[in-house]
């Protein structure tokens, strides 16, 4: 009996020295925790018991940015389990060809397709027109496009649905403000497939495909490393201006999309060579063969998306969506290397949240405002380490500074003399564009050149426009600081008098929230 106790003492002895061992234990681990983010090494594993809050959210960034080839955000799974396929979809840009083509090459022959009878896509047109300001009534032309939509491009209208899943709530949001119907959101897939850096065969450029004079008169400005077209919210704020311009002016949504498409110009022409008719479908034989495959497709794509559940579509679902976003505004120069160094966001991901930014570098200009848009994780940790993160950035630009662009406004397109050496590859390397795009803007079907021969090319690079600020040295003191506004008078047009000076520079000196101007009003033409 007394043997029995005794060997019971010392099992509970035994047990309470495991136990006080195991409590020391974790004291230990947590009152080394900020020794060991800084002492791990590659092939240790660390947990940490109840790890203080405070250092917990810093220390991996501090980390990382102390030793810049070793970073590891562990408290950012959402941007580190980003689906590999989701993210080629993203990035994915053929789309956007194959759209285009499909709309300058749509014969209008009948389709077959069974699984959609005559009578019940009649029946939810009908009911699509009920709800809409559009005239989605039955046709057979619009018949033939949504059936070889559905025989010939399903996959691709999947991809394209789980795009719409990132852009759609703020086109939404855009739209709603302007009093636009949301539908409209559908248009930026027939103009660009919703690739923010798409650009067609004449230079029309982003989600919403503006040319660059059109940007510039809705303060889309381009530079050597940004334009502003490929910015997803300021191309779409900028579209919804200008559609609720031209539905002043046309008063009928379907006129809107044709002259969005072909100008106003080419749709009043039609009106008139149709006898006067304002309905779309009587004037489609007038106007430009690609305007007149332009409407059906939108109404293709409206039923599309709007009868997906009952065809079966079944796009992917993104990781990352717009209200799961936010935006940083930079104090000095970045690029995306460094940010997804100190980040953990991975640079594909950078380069789909913000396309506006041509050389992956988000540059710092007095009295311009960038942004740099993060998933919301990586936006909290960012702002945190703000003081940190700009110092491992200033510390590694100096070191680069001498590779880095200048800034300058860009030119809209320019005209190519070609010499002798000359060959595509070497021209586009130039002026930072592809070859197929140098070929597509001049109708080229071989690599051949001659010299002499012209080239048109809308350079991503500047070339011609950086000395601009140097060659109006001389003129400077000249150039009066106050401008009267004149008659007919833009910011754009204004802009376009003085080398240097953009609209956004002219909107920031004056303080101006509005594009509107009045005879008389003097504008500063410099900060102060």
């Known amino acids: ?294 409407v059906p497709a939108f109404l293709a794509t409206l039923y599309l998306f709007e009868y997906a559940d009952e065809h079966k579509f079944q796009p992917p679902n993104p990781d990352v969506v717009y209200f799961e976003t936010d935006t940083i505004q930079v104090k000095q120069l970045l690029s995306f290397d460094q940010i997804s160094k100190v980040s953990g966001v991975e640079k594909e991901m950078l380069q789909f949240l913000n396309p506006s930014y041509k050389l992956d570098i988000i540059p710092f200009v007095e009295d311009e405002k960038y942004s740099l848009r993060l998933p919301k994780p990586a936006t909290g940790r960012f702002v945190a380490n703000e003081s940190a993160i700009y110092d491992f950035a200033k510390n590694q630009t100096e070191e680069k500074k001498k590779d880095l662009p200048q800034y300058v406004e860009t030119e809209d397109r320019i005209r190519y003399k070609v010499r002798s050496g000359d060959y595509l590859g070497k021209i586009a390397k130039k002026y930072g564009v592809g070859i197929s795009s140098i070929k597509r803007w001049n109708n080229m079907r071989s690599n051949n050149l001659r010299v002499g021969q012209y080239l048109t090319i809308y350079p991503r690079k500047p070339v011609g426009v950086a000395s601009s600020s140097n060659s109006s040295g001389s003129n400077e003191n000249s150039n009066p600081r106050i401008y009267t506004v004149k008659n007919g008078d833009s910011l754009w047009s204004i802009s376009k008098k003085f080398p240097g000076v953009t609209v956004q520079n002219l909107r920031s000196w004056n303080d101006m929230n509005t594009s509107s101007l009045k005879p008389g009003m003097k504008l500063k033409l410099s900060k102060g």
Do not use: C
């Open 1 to 294: 009996m007394l043997k029995r106790k005794f060997l019971m003492m010392l099992l509970l002895a035994g047990f309470s020295i495991h136990a006080q061992d195991k409590k020391n234990k974790e004291q230990v681990e947590k009152a080394n925790f900020r020794v060991q983010i800084f002492q791990k090494s590659d092939d240790t594993e660390i947990k940490l018991v109840q790890p203080d809050p405070e250092f917990r959210d810093k220390l991996p960034i501090s980390a990382a940015i102390r030793d810049s080839s070793k970073v590891e955000l562990k408290d950012l799974p959402r941007a580190k389990t980003i689906d590999s396929l989701w993210k080629r979809e993203l990035t994915n840009s053929d789309l956007f060809e194959s759209m285009q083509e499909s709309i300058r090459e749509q014969d209008y022959e009948d389709v077959v397709y069974k699984d959609l009878p005559t009578d019940t896509l009649k029946a939810r047109l009908a009911k699509l027109n009920a709800r809409t300001p559009f005239n989605v009534e039955y046709n057979p032309i619009l018949e033939s496009v949504i059936k070889s939509y559905l025989k010939r491009n399903k996959h691709g209208m999947e991809r394209l649905m789980a795009l719409s899943r990132y852009y759609f709530p703020m086109f939404e949001q855009e739209l709603d403000k302007y009093d636009i119907p949301l539908e409209i959101k559908y248009l930026a897939i027939v103009e660009s497939a919703l690739n923010p850096r798409a650009k067609s065969r004449v230079g029309a450029t982003g989600l919403w495909q503006f040319m660059f004079a059109t940007g510039k008169m809705h303060g889309l400005d381009v530079s050597s490393y940004v334009d502003e077209r490929m910015d997803p919210e300021r191309s779409t704020e900028a579209a919804a201006q200008y559609l609720a311009s031209l539905y002043k002016v046309f008063g009928d949504w379907d006129l809107v999309l044709a002259s969005y498409n072909s100008g106003p110009g080419n749709v009043s022409k039609a009106i008139r060579r149709s006898g006067g008719s304002t309905d779309y479908w009587h004037l489609r034989r007038f106007l430009p063969r690609e305007t007149a495959g332009y």
